[in-house]
């Protein structure tokens, strides 16, 4: 199997998977409890804490969660809780996981804006900048966009938020450890191990200092008081080492990334690209044909990994709804597939696996 879908996840890197094995083996402790066990284990905890943390340099703190999607949910809510504002700000092309839990909040109440998005994916900032008034409570925005790898201006939201006394929160999971993070205009980060070549089951939380959202869990407060239940340090240690890794290798990995980039794009010619080329991770590769029938496609080519989207929405049967807010029609986003690459794909698999899913492409259109 050739896979080609690092939006959805990584593959496990080997330094993560040897962090992880003494902790689920004999270091099994409890982090939590006063004993040797557990302060071993505590103390494999704050050194992936430190690690994770690290490139966002000195101030704020590094919470963990059970996966991005707790972070966000608890950032969003968390904020809410905590002001009176009663507007929320958030692009049209976010992760479900912050236009859920945005939308269930106005359903109780809350004014909800979502901002359009130009053909190429970015942000329309005029109209950011009429709708984050003295009212907003919170910004929320992607800084790589998980189905079409467009980079928002994180920094320019960030600015009208502060100016407004809004808290900025950004998912940076899809970014953290690709591309330059900007933390000085976000006051919540959240980012993911699983999408790093780190494990499932963690991510964090990042909190500038002085913002402190309000719980989303209550019990122990194990996490800064803030976050409830128990670590699990092996996750903690894989996350750290992946995060550590990432880091060390950001340069040679985006080169590795560009070369694959340009190699796939030439071979599939004349399939047009969705979203903008120049502001994007170029990692991700979101490309249509039109009348190609994607369900079938996937079921042609049982010997590559890739997507038509979200891996989060699949199986919904609706269209992509970044594909429609960047205004292609139903049928196009049907159309379309996306091919995810990264640090540990070679330049033969693109080149088996896009060959394999032309041939498809074109025995289907050969036969319509």
């Not at 004999?26 to 905890?45: E, L």
């Not at 379309?336 to 088996?352: A, K, M, V």
């Amino acid at each position: 199997m050739i896979y080609l879908d690092y939006q959805a996840t990584t593959p496990l890197a080997p330094e993560a998977l040897a962090a992880m094995r003494p902790l689920l083996e004999d270091g099994f402790g409890n982090p939590h409890s006063p004993h040797r066990m557990g302060r071993a284990a505590k103390a494999a905890v704050e050194v992936a804490r430190d690690r994770v943390a690290a490139p966002f340099g000195p101030g704020g703190r590094l919470l963990f969660t059970s996966g991005a999607t707790e972070a966000l949910n608890w950032a969003i809510k968390g904020i809410v809780e905590t002001g009176s504002r009663r507007r929320l700000v958030t692009t049209a092309i976010e992760h479900a996981a912050v236009l859920d839990t945005i939308a269930w909040l106005g359903g109780r109440g809350h004014d909800v804006v979502m901002l359009p998005v130009d053909r190429s994916g970015i942000v329309d900032l005029d109209a950011a900048r009429a709708a984050i008034d003295g009212n907003t409570a919170l910004v929320a925005a992607m800084l790589v966009n998980n189905e079409i790898g467009t980079i928002q201006p994180i920094a320019e939201l960030g600015a009208m938020a502060r100016a407004a006394g809004a808290t900025m929160i950004c998912d940076a999971v899809q970014g953290y450890g690709r591309v330059p993070l900007p933390i000085e205009a976000c006051d919540l980060i959240a980012v993911s191990a699983h999408k790093i070549h780190g494990p499932k089951g963690i991510g964090a939380l990042w909190l500038r200092d002085g913002i402190e959202p309000a719980p989303l869990m209550h019990g122990g407060g194990q996490e800064g008081g803030l976050r409830s239940g128990t670590l699990a340090p092996a996750l903690c240690a894989g996350f750290g080492a992946a995060a550590m890794l990432a880091f060390e290798r950001i340069d040679t990995d985006e080169a590795h990334v560009e070369a694959l980039w340009e190699r796939a794009n030439g071979l599939l010619g004349d399939w047009g690209l969705n979203g903008s080329a120049e502001h994007r991770w170029h990692g991700n590769l979101n490309v249509r044909r039109d009348g190609l029938d994607v369900s079938r496609l996937m079921g042609d080519v049982r010997d590559v990994a890739f997507s038509a989207g979200s891996a989060c929405a699949s199986g919904s049967g609706r269209p992509s709804h970044v594909l429609k807010a960047i205004g292609l029609t139903a049928a196009q986003a049907r159309s379309s597939i996306r091919l995810g690459f990264g640090r540990y794909t070679t330049e033969q698999e693109i080149d088996t696996a896009i060959g394999l899913i032309r041939e498809a492409a074109d025995r289907q259109r050969a036969f319509a």
